[in-house]
């Protein structure tokens, strides 16, 4: 991800809504956990350009699955 700071202002409150937690914070990413699971966010060195490429190594799609809407 070309901007961690973006990222986890977006996907923060996100994954907040079904009870994700923050778990872990570092210079270059932050992870969230809920239960045994946890998701990562990182930001690459390995990046060539600001553009999106979903051609390109890395996450292009992401789905979640939830027991009911309440």
Same mark, same amino acid.
């Given at each position: 991800m070309p901007d961690l700071?973006?990222?986890?202002?977006? &996907?923060?409150?996100?994954?907040?809504?079904?009870? &994700?937690?923050?778990f872990q914070e570092w210079p270059a990413g932050r992870s969230w956990r809920l239960g045994p699971t946890y998701l990562v966010l990182e930001e690459s060195p390995a990046l060539s350009g600001r553009n999106h490429d979903r051609l390109a190594p890395g996450l292009n799609h992401l789905a979640f699955h939830t027991a009911s809407t309440g």
């Open positions: 700071a973006g990222a986890v202002h977006g &996907w923060g409150w996100l994954l907040g809504e079904p009870g &994700w937690t923050p």
